[in-house]
């Protein structure tokens, strides 16, 4: 049976490109006679707040949209990650690192060709190597890259409706982080898992995580998990042509609804791609 989700995180109110991915992951499933799950990613302590949970399920019912089973709270899962990590820790495959975010700016402040990845700089290693880490100090965990790769045999690839058969090239990431000083997991680690013990066999996502998809699928490796169908799909663009996110300010859902918007017909247009006045879907 087809399963898709919406995992949002309640670090603000959502807004129409939220909406767009939701309806997408949503009819996806409903469609095909399949499951629509709805998880809370709320594991980022310093951002996630209790208030945006429930204007997040009022939002998505005003759309019309209905999940299945009961909503799954990231921070009540929080074993299955550490258990993960414990794993790859066993396998040789993390190290501690304890750089600053203006440790890693000043180590790549006069970048050479070739050093940045989808994400940004790429993490130069400084921490890779240390012979007695302290871990009574802070500290995040990082996956080695090269370490890891060596243990696959064979081309990663997914599938994904949009581009086709992807051969995975999680390399261009460096040594991503998989554990957050401030945090028990990254999204990378927490997301693959997740998806993973929900048994989501389609995934239907923004295009802008296209790129994180190299790395989930040499997780799914290195834990023996399942190889979801990807869907990227599309974005929505603001009047100034970028994509709308909360940082921008975009118009939320909660605001249209307050106002008395009808979120039915609201849901209906954005199907139909009769999008707001100022919108518009970006190329794939």
């Known amino acids: 049976m087809i399963v898709s989700r919406f995992a949002p995180s309640p670090t603000g109110r959502l807004h129409l490109g939220h909406a767009f991915s939701a309806i997408r992951a949503h009819d996806f499933a409903r469609e095909r006679g399949g499951r629509f799950l709805l998880r809370i990613e709320d594991i980022d302590g310093t951002r996630s707040r209790p208030e945006h949970v429930e204007t997040i399920l009022r939002d998505l019912e005003w759309l019309g949209l209905r999940w299945d089973d009961e909503v799954v709270f990231q921070s009540q899962r929080l074993s299955l990650y550490e258990a993960a990590l414990e794993r790859l820790k066993a396998a040789g495959l993390l190290y501690p690192c304890f750089c600053t975010r203006a440790d890693i700016a000043a180590s790549v402040s006069a970048p050479h060709p070739g050093s940045g990845g989808p994400e940004g700089p790429v993490y130069p290693g400084t921490c890779r190597t240390l012979d007695a880490p302290d871990l009574s100090r802070p500290h995040c965990w990082r996956l080695d890259m090269a370490r890891a ?5 064979a081309p990663l690839r997914f599938e994904d409706s949009g581009h086709g058969l992807v051969e995975a090239d999680p390399v ?3 040594d991503v982080v998989l554990a ?3 945090a028990p997991a990254s999204y990378h680690l927490a997301v693959t898992i997740d998806d ?3 048994g989501v066999t389609d995934i239907v996502r923004g295009e802008d995580l296209f790129a994180a998809t190299h790395v ?3 997780l799914q490796h290195l834990l023996g998990l399942p190889v979801p169908r990807y869907h990227h799909h599309p974005l929505l663009l603001g009047p100034d042509g970028q ?3 909360k940082r921008h300010n ?3 859902l909660a605001a249209l609804r307050e106002a008395g918007e009808d979120g039915h017909a609201l849901a209906d247009a954005l199907r139909k791609g009769e999008l707001p006045i100022g919108f518009a879907a ?3």
């Open 149 to 153: 790769l060596a243990t696959v045999s």
């Open 172 to 174: 261009s990431h460096g």
């Open 180 to 182: 957050r000083k401030d």
């Open 196 to 198: 993973a013990a929900q």
């Open 216 to 218: 989930h699928r040499l």
């Open 243 to 245: 994509r709308l996110a």
């Open 250 to 252: 975009a118009s939320t």
């Open 282 to 284: 970006a190329s794939a």
